[in-house]
């Protein structure tokens, strides 16, 4: 069994620890009492997973991707760049059509991301022979100048704001697409009611 007692400074429980620190903030999402709270927690969470990519794939995913291998890292870069394609989405502010559906999704893929993590690549990637607490230090050092800078522009954003506005999810655009037709039938539909008085009791 994987022993998770590490030093505080180990590489690896910074990652479990900010693992923690975003499913908390799920949790609290989840229990949101106002949609003014959720937001605060949105953005939270959002500032809180930017960081922990960065962290992830400039520093500690190039430090174990040999050791742990190909296919478990591969996966792990595909939901990061899911999960940065919502990211950049709900960026866009909070007056959004699906917003809360569209965070729900997030959470359940980074909870998805996180478990596999913990449960494969963090395993394997502690048998290495490297100093963890130097690469922790590494991390430490990034978040800092992260917070105290600001997080660079990712790939998605730049791919979302490319979009204008036009993204979002396909079955959305079909329903607002499918709207207008719809409409008109039932306003159709409304006209020759009144006109037959179906709706005089009403
Ligand atoms: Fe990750």
Known sequence: MFDWM???NHAISIL???HDTVKELFEEFEEAESVGDAEKIIDRALTALKIHAV???EIFYPAVRAHVGSEVMNEADEEHHLAKILIAELDRGPDQDHRTA???V???NVRHHIREEENEMLPKAKEMDIDFEALGQRMLDRKASL???GIPRDAEHAMVAKANGKSGNG???KRKAATPRKAAKAATRKGSERKTGTHAMM
């Open 147 to 149: 917070l105290k800078n």
């Open 6 to 8: 590490l030093p505080k």
């Open 55 to 57: 962290l992830e794939e």
């Open 16 to 18: 479990r620890k900010d």
């Open 106 to 108: 997030l959470a359940e």
């Open 102 to 104: 569209k965070f729900a």
């Open 171 to 173: 079955a959305t655009a």
